[in-house]
């Protein structure tokens, strides 16, 4: 059995250690840097994940269109629009507050960050909380604003793929440029020593 196949965890775990090789170098596993983020002082997270959206969703198309990988073999989600508003927030402040994710908690914890493990207890207790209190008044709580005619643009509304990722793209383009600004805004103008030392 070969271990790279479809359902293979080694290459899982062989892309997840690769993954979070490329975290840890990038600076992603530093909770300073993720929170910045926040503050919108620093958008290199936002603008190394949507870029990387935007590749993955070109690339899984054309890789479609050319006709080497089938149609059907991406799962996507139901399209629940309620509860992913809500995990989503809750997410967002839980990496506000912390200054991880789930992802880049584990990363924070393989280069010895203490605080990476306490938020990982807490995300372990979470996960327990919610499926403990997992039932009826959650499942119609999930259920609000679900899309029931598809769950990519193309099946719900007819959508062209094509035009979503012109659409993304040029959100991307914004995202570089707007986080450029707040970026130029939050360190302030330089000043004439300042630029002397820098070309030194």
Known sequence: MIPFNNGGMVSGLVCGV???????????GSPRKLT???RLTDWSVFKVMFTAIVVAAT???????VG??????????????IASAVGGALVGAGFAVGGYCPGTSVVGLSS???DA????????LGTLAFTTLYGPAIRSMMAMGEIIDGDTFTDAYGVAEPVMLAVLAVVLVAVYYAGGWFERRSVGPVTAQEAVEGAR
């Open 18 to 28: 690769l993954f979070g090789f490329v975290l840890e170098n990038a600076g992603f």
């Open 36 to 38: 910045a983020q926040f």
């Open 59 to 65: 690339g899984l198309w054309l890789l479609r269109v």
């Open 68 to 81: 080497w990988m089938p149609a059907d073999s991406v799962f996507v989600p139901q399209a629940l629009v």
């Open 112 to 114: 010895g960050r203490l």
């Open 117 to 124: 493990l306490v938020f990982i207890v807490g995300l372990l």
